[in-house]
């Protein structure tokens, strides 16, 4: 058997980035920046309230308590998005709303809850009763955050809805991002037959491509074909015409890839198979000439092929679109149920996330679909141990 490392680095070494192109930043949920995002404007782009309450003088307001108030004449009113720059003297104030542009003539804010009336007794004369800390309380000064021409995402960032928002408030328009990877989904098997359908003896519903379009869209990619073909391996090599004629970047495969007489992706595709020191997902195989696509072929049971997917295909993925990081996120957290794992093969065993640690999402069969679905994560336990203890600590990949 070769590790798991062995295998990743093969695929790893084989990727070639895909085009980048620049386009409307409300486009871009979903895509990774190729360049890095500067923002256009300083940010805050003035000096604005951070508080509903009265622009002030610090000065006129440093002495005040409740036990000795200072009044204070308001001489305008000033709601976020105004253009005006009222001026005012000693013994003055303007009342300001959070967001607002600070009057150049101002120091210090003071907020309504401050004062003796508060909003409902804001206009006219007011009286302070507490003062500001220092010169400058409560306001947001201009550039705080970052100055135009400021880096504000790096190159390989994935946008999200967080990004995106970022990007907007810094006045961006435009990002460069990677293409999205083209992919068809091939399942293989003469017992697969659609959900829905009548099943015969030795049949089953095909849930495989399902897993992968899911799977491939949550990282990105556009799926081009999503097929189930039979072990006859005239619709394989069909199927893979057609991947190649819609420009597929990545072909994967379930299903094939093992010991059995119908092993159809072994005898089809021109892939390198091998034995990893993996459970589950020990067959494994994969080929690229350079040109055309990346040929995943991976193990037919569920679970297999969702760890292959989160081990191999997605750092592919994501590394095809200049992703800074290829690997979700591992925490180490106890384990509360113990469990055994196989000799001398790293496992990925699908877990549940509790207050208290970690407990198995199943009994532990790579053919339980249907237990897949509550998997919060998987364990990563290494090849030397062969037994889980309750209080264990063990390296937690999260999955979405």
Known sequence: MITVEQHRQRILAAVRPLEASRMPLGAALGRILREPVLSAVDLPLFDNSAMDGFAVHFDDVAQASASSPVSLEVVADMPAGS????????????????????????????????????????????????????????????????????????????????????????????????????????????????????????QIPESNSTLLE???????????????????????????????????????????????????????????????????????????????????????????VAVSFEVFVRPALRAMQGAADLDRLVVRLPVVEAWRTPAERQQYR??????????????????LAASLGRAEAYAVVPADVDHVQVGDLVDVMLVP
């Open 83 to 202: 253009s005006a720059d009222p001026s005012f003297g000693p013994g003055q104030a303007v009342r300001i709303m959070t967001g607002a542009a600070m009057p150049s003539d101002a120091d210090a804010v003071v907020p309504f809850e401050d004062t003796e009336g508060g909003l409902a007794d804001s206009m006219g004369s007011i009286r302070i009763l507490a003062a500001p800390r220092s010169r400058g309380q409560h306001i947001r000064p201009q550039g705080e955050e970052c100055r135009a021409g400021d880096e504000i995402l790096p190159a390989g960032t994935e946008m999200g809805g967080r990004q995106l928002a970022a990007a907007a408030a810094a006045g961006v328009q435009e990002v460069v991002v990677s293409r999205a990877p083209r992919v068809a989904v091939i399942s293989t098997g003469d017992e697969l037959r659609q959900p829905g359908e009548e099943l015969s003896r030795g």
């Open 214 to 304: 899911g799977l491939c869209r949550e990282n990105g990619a556009e799926v081009v074909l999503r097929t189930s073909v039979t072990d006859d391996g005239d619709g394989l090599r069909a199927a893979l015409a057609d991947a190649t004629a819609l420009g597929a970047d990545v072909v994967i495969t379930s299903g094939g890839v093992s010991e059995g007489a119908y092993e159809v992706v072994k005898q089809v595709a021109r892939m390198q198979f091998d034995k990893v020191a993996m459970q589950p997902g020990k067959p494994q195989g994969f080929g690229s000439d350079g040109s055309g696509p990346l040929l995943f072929g991976l193990p037919g049971n569920p679970v297999s």
């Open 350 to 367: 699908p877990v549940l996330v509790t207050p208290a640690g970690v407990q198995p999402a199943s009994s532990g069969g790579s053919h």
